[in-house]
């Protein structure tokens, strides 16, 4: 069984940074990407960040040059570090792990629980 754990959300003022981050345990195949979602109240949930199995990345227009997705290997975990925070990052942050056989290809895929990002003064 696959679980993520997140961690890393809070309150923040615009301007300020947070750091989130996603682990995953259990059986996985060799091939693996991470990508993280928002959803705001009354939002459909929308790509924030990806990052493939030989790390190219892919990021929403909104956040190009503000957030930084990465992922460690050895601890099978993924950051993204969010700095120059707006009030309209406010959201429910999800982390979405694929997995598969072939590499750039998951055939299975996970969703963490979710963190709430909230950018307020």
């Known amino acids: 069984q696959v679980q993520l754990v997140e961690s890393g959300g809070g309150v923040v003022p615009p301007g300020g940074s947070l750091r989130l981050s996603c682990t995953v345990s259990?059986?996985?195949?060799?091939?693996?990407?991470w990508g993280w979602y928002r959803q705001a109240p009354g939002k459909q949930r929308e790509l924030v960040a990806t990052?493939?199995?030989?790390?190219?990345?892919n990021y929403a227009d909104s956040v190009k040059g503000r957030f930084t997705i990465s992922r460690d290997n050895v601890k099978k975990a993924v950051n993204l570090q969010m700095n120059t925070l707006k009030p309209e990052d406010t959201a429910v942050y999800y982390c979405?792990?694929?997995?598969?056989?072939?590499?750039?290809?998951?055939?299975?895929?996970?969703w963490g629980q979710g963190t709430q990002v909230t950018v307020s003064s």
């Open positions: 979405n792990f694929g997995t598969g056989i072939y590499p750039g290809r998951y055939r299975y895929d996970f």
């Open positions: 259990g059986s996985i195949y060799s091939f693996y990407g």
């Open positions: 990052i493939t199995d030989v790390g190219t990345t």
